[in-house]
């Protein structure tokens, strides 16, 4: 809201779990999973080699927490005279582009299922009958769909078919209303 990033750094103590040592981040008292929890990105500089890395992966030593497209580990420029100190400002913005990114992505998609679920709606509507309810059925089998579309298409035209108290009869390949069903299976067994 405030278009502020805001850099926490802690300092890790060690724990033994066996033979391996584990990091954890080092705040005292309930408040480290809240302030951890609304962390977006979360990592751990090492020194790998002559190399400063953060990792920002979970590994089997420490957590981490990577999201928004940022790669699992990052190593540091080595910082001269010359070379500008901007590694932050880097990788903020890189996060913001990405959100950005994902945001327009999932607008699109969000538009184009919303589309087809208008188009859906249209045909479950059309439902009257079993001939309509055979008609919708083909339609329905012919949309593109997007996002959950499909199953949520199919749970309509199920409801939409339990409304009108119509079932399908796969050896007539055809809908039927399920008391015409009942009133065929009573006379075949008398």
Same mark, same amino acid.
């Given at each position: 809201?405030?278009?502020?990033n805001?850099?926490?750094?802690?300092?890790?103590?060690?724990?033994?779990?066996?033979?391996?040592?584990?990091?954890?981040?080092?705040?005292?008292?309930q408040?480290?999973d809240?302030?951890?929890?609304?962390? #977006?990105?979360?990592?751990?500089?090492?020194?790998?080699?002559?190399?400063?890395?953060?990792?920002?992966?979970?590994?089997?030593?420490?957590?981490?927490?990577?999201?928004?497209?940022?790669?699992?580990?990052?190593?540091?420029?080595?910082?001269?005279? #010359?070379?500008?100190? #901007?590694?932050?400002?880097?990788?903020?913005?890189?996060?913001? $582009?990405?959100? /950005?990114?994902?945001?327009?992505a999932? $607008? /699109?998609?969000?538009?184009?299922?919303?589309?087809?679920?208008?188009?859906?709606?249209?045909?479950?509507?059309?439902?009257?009958?079993?001939?309509?309810?055979?008609?919708?059925?083909?339609?329905?089998?012919?949309?593109?769909?997007?996002?959950?579309?499909?199953?949520?298409?199919?749970?309509?035209?199920?409801?939409?078919? @339990?409304?009108?108290?119509?079932?399908? @009869?796969?050896e007539?390949?055809?809908?039927?209303?399920?008391?015409? $069903?009942?009133?065929s299976?009573?006379?075949?067994?008398?």
């Amino acid at each position: 809201m405030l278009n502020k990033n805001v850099v926490v750094i802690f300092h890790a103590r060690e724990e033994k779990d066996g033979d391996i040592s584990k990091l954890r981040i080092l705040i005292e008292g309930q408040s480290k999973d809240s302030v951890w929890q609304s962390m #977006d990105l979360g990592g751990f500089l090492q020194i790998q080699g002559n190399k400063r890395v953060i990792t920002f992966a979970n590994t089997e030593q420490h957590f981490g927490k990577c999201c928004h497209g940022i790669p699992p580990s990052i190593a540091l420029p080595q910082l001269d005279a #010359d070379s500008p100190n #901007d590694f932050l400002t880097w990788l903020f913005s890189r996060v913001n $582009e990405n959100i /950005k990114r994902d945001s327009e992505a999932h $607008e /699109k998609s969000k538009a184009e299922y919303e589309a087809v679920m208008a188009e859906i709606n249209g045909i479950i509507g059309t439902i009257e009958d079993a001939k309509s309810a055979k008609k919708a059925g083909e339609k329905l089998k012919k949309i593109e769909h997007r996002k959950t579309s499909l199953t949520e298409s199919q749970i309509l035209f199920k409801k939409r078919l @339990d409304e009108l108290g119509l079932k399908y @009869d796969r050896e007539a390949d055809d809908y039927v209303s399920k008391s015409e $069903e009942k009133a065929s299976t009573n006379a075949e067994s008398a």
